[in-house]
């Protein structure tokens, strides 16, 4: 049986554990907490992040990096953004080496701009056809609880990405390959942002024209800033762009659609932060995307907006009739 290693013991990496159990491999998940590995062990299930939700027997957990590692034969990183550099220089050292490195974070690193693919090379020394993405409509708690979904699995290289591909093609998740790593990384860090944004519509009590119009604009901006870093144009009608935006945008198992709600609906970014131990990716990344967007000369108004909203420096009524009264563009051009 081939074993796979998922360093991150949160509601991703333990729903992506399942996944890659379903599809018939033995999965090590290190955690960050000893106390939660023993929990994983003993009952089967995460209760801190997927409460009432029994997981595959082929899955087992350690606080341990290098029993996590060993024998691995593809290691799958699913830590919050920001703290991925920092985790990587630890573990490192025992990452079996020439297998496959793959991220499932949907951020960009705070103060370097970097994509989680980029950190990932720069700390192990990983050459592109090494290094992986996956991404795609894919919220946690659905996954985990079996329901269907497709996704992404993206790499420089063919081969990797199609064996991947195997590794968690399972009876209810479907991944598609594809090359365009730059995008599907875009793709999945920027709708967290856009979701911010729709959430505080929400919580505005705005309905459903106000929705579409932020969704359908955020592709715009999206795709404008992946091009720009050169990605593919298509990646973001596919499921790492499109797919990914709507299914975030549109529920309410969304930590980033929730958080843009409640802050639509008053509170401030301290308060909600203070009520979560998971992490709402966008409030992190809404700065360091619109700082990428400044290097590379493109406009990005909702993901400058949000990260004014999430600075203090604007309300989220105030974000949305300022989005609104821009100056008039035409669509295909503006
Ligand atoms: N939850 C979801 O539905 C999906 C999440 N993702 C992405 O996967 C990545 C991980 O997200 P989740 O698992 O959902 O987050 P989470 O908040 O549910 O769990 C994060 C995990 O990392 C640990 N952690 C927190 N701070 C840490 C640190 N400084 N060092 C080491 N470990 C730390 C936590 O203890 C927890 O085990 C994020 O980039 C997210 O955008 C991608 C697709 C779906
Ligand atoms: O990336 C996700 C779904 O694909 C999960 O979104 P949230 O991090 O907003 O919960």
């Known amino acids: ?4 290693t998922v360093f991150g013991a949160g509601s991703w ?7 890659l159990a379903n599809a018939g491999n033995q999965v090590s998940v290190w955690g960050r907490r000893e106390s939660l590995c023993e929990v994983i062990n003993t009952r089967h299930e995460n209760p801190d992040y997927l409460p009432n939700l029994r997981l595959p027997d082929a899955i087992t957990a350690t606080h341990d990096p290098a029993q996590a590692a060993d024998g691995a034969e593809a290691i799958v990183l699913a830590v919050p953004s920001q703290s991925l550099r920092e985790n990587l220089r630890d573990w490192a050292g025992v990452l079996p080496s020439a297998v496959p ?3 499932l ?36 708690r659905e996954i985990a609880e079996g329901q269907p979904a497709a996704a992404v699995v993206a790499c420089a290289d063919e081969g990797t990405a199609a064996r991947l591909q195997k590794l968690c093609h399972s009876p209810t998740f479907r991944p598609y390959t594809n090359n365009d790593v730059i995008g599907c990384e875009l793709g999945g860090a920027t709708k967290n942002v856009i979701a911010l944004a729709v959430g505080m519509a929400v919580g505005l009590g705005f309905g459903d024209n106000a929705r579409a119009s932020v969704i359908t604009r955020g592709l715009v901006e999206t795709a404008r800033l992946g091009t720009a870093l050169g990605a593919d144009e298509h990646t973001f009608s596919g499921l ?11 529920s309410p198992l969304s930590r980033n659609r929730t958080f843009g ?9 301290a308060e909600i932060a203070g009520g979560t131990r998971q992490v709402a990716e966008g409030v992190k990344s809404c700065s360091s995307i619109s700082e990428l967007a400044h290097h590379h000369d493109v406009e990005m108004p909702i993901a400058e907006h949000v990260t004014k909203v999430v600075a203090g420096e604007m309300t989220p009524r105030d974000m949305l009739f ?8 035409s669509e295909r051009w503006g």
């Open 240 to 250: 790492a762009g499109l797919g990914d935006l709507v299914a975030t945008c549109s």
């Open 322 to 329: 300022s989005l609104v009264s821009r100056s008039a563009k």
């Open 101 to 103: 490195l793959v991220s």
């Open 261 to 269: 709600e409640k802050l639509g609906q008053g509170m401030t970014v």
């Open 1 to 4: 049986m081939t074993k796979v």
């Open 13 to 19: 990496g333990t729903a992506f554990a399942t996944v």
């Open 105 to 140: 974070m949907k951020g960009v690193e705070v103060g370097t701009t970097k994509r989680m693919s980029e950190v990932i090379a720069e700390v192990t020394g990983a050459g592109p056809e090494r290094i992986a993405v996956v991404s795609g409509p894919n919220l946690a």
